[in-house]
């Protein structure tokens, strides 16, 4: 269980620069001008772990597969995209698909390079865009409305569910609020994302900044900042530059360059821990001599559930979990070790998987 982050924004912004950066592939044709991303580009990365490298060493794993996120480069999106303009309908399906949009927003100045609506504020960027997913759903919502029409004359119940979620959405957007402001029952929380309304998925910005400013950012992005906090969204400040040399540098030379841009890790680990973080998610690992491996999962979520991510089967049939915390793994040297000193544990089917637990399931197959 990975999750899949849409890239939007703007024509001209960096998202393709980004992207290609992230992928380390040159899928995405970055060209100065609009809808060079004619299809959108789906990459898959690996998401960086020093944890399960330390595993992998302590119990002698022949081979380490870390957990993977999926990158979707949506064309540049402009106004009326709602209506179709540009490459509006079909990119705002692509959305749809998103656990999460990072909207980029173009924090530097460039003279070579032009603004769609020719200016630089980023505030107002985030605003049009977001006001073009707002009208997307308003239409959306309104055409299903009308085709539930028939069935709510039946008395059919989970149309009248289906129904009263959408007009709470509908006052909200009427109301000039996205649908991720609304507070849904937890009864009401998987058929509200059953909608998969686009401005109810959660938001990351991610602020492009000159190579100069990216360790600290710039006031263009100290703005997006104050609008994301006030939204509750995320933020990352990243330079699509920098990220975009980085791909193409052997990785012993990678923490050199870092250095001397003045930070400490690459765009990419921030990006992929703020998307975990917006999302709820967290990282558990299995062990062995033939493999060390990382699985994504939700915060909360209960063994057997943990365990079906791995195989349906393991969660069906789950008997327990043997487990050992992270860092007991490590001080102790091992599954061994965590035995002796007491730190290995047997949990059932009520138990909490935590973050880096190292987990083994036992399950009737």
Request: aromatic residues 6%; negative net charge; hydrophobic residues 40%.
């Amino acid at each position: 269980m990975g999750f899949k982050m849409g890239i939007v924004g703007l024509p001209n912004v960096g998202k393709s620069t980004l992207f290609n950066a992230l992928t380390r592939t040159a899928a995405a044709q970055a060209a100065n001008f609009p809808f060079c991303t004619i299809e959108p580009n789906v990459g898959e990365v690996a998401v960086p772990d020093d944890r399960l490298d330390k595993l992998a060493a302590i119990a002698g794993s022949k081979q380490i597969i870390p957990a993977r996120m999926t990158f979707v480069d949506i064309a540049g999106l402009v106004r009326g995209a709602s209506k179709g303009e540009g490459l509006g309908n079909q990119f705002l399906a692509n959305i749809r698909e998103c656990d999460a949009i990072a909207h980029v927003l173009r924090c530097f100045e460039d003279g070579d390079i032009t603004h769609v609506e020719g200016r630089i504020d980023p505030v107002a960027d985030a605003e049009t865009i977001e006001t073009e997913l707002m009208l997307a759903d308003l239409e959306s919502i309104e055409r299903r409305r009308a085709n539930l029409a028939r069935k709510l004359k039946g008395g059919d119940k989970e149309s009248l569910d289906q129904d009263r979620l959408l007009a709470v959405a509908q006052k909200a957007l009427e109301d000039g609020k996205p649908a991720r402001t609304v507070k849904v029952s937890e009864d009401d929380e998987r058929a509200w994302r059953m909608l998969q309304l686009l401005t109810a998925k959660p938001v990351l910005y991610v602020c492009n900044v000159e190579e100069s400013k990216a360790a600290n950012g710039n006031s263009q992005s100290d703005r997006v900042a104050e609008m994301a906090k006030a939204q509750g969204a995320g933020t990352v400040v990243i330079s699509a530059r920098i990220e975009e040399e980085l791909a193409q540098m052997p990785a012993e030379d990678s923490a050199m360059f870092l250095e001397e841009m003045g930070l400490t890790e690459a765009g990419l680990d921030r990006l992929i821990r703020a998307g975990y973080a917006l999302l709820g998610l967290q990282t558990y690992f299995t062990v062995g001599p033939k493999e060390a491996r990382a699985w994504t999962i939700s915060k909360g979520m209960l063994a057997p559930q943990a365990a079906g991510v791995i195989h349906g089967d393991f969660e069906r049939g789950f008997i327990r979990a043997e487990t050992v915390a992270f860092a007991d793994y490590v001080s102790c040297k091992g599954e061994a070790g965590a035995k002796e000193a007491g730190k290995f544990r047997v949990e059932g089917k009520t138990y909490e998987v935590k973050d880096g637990d190292v987990m083994h399931f036992l399950f009737n197959g």
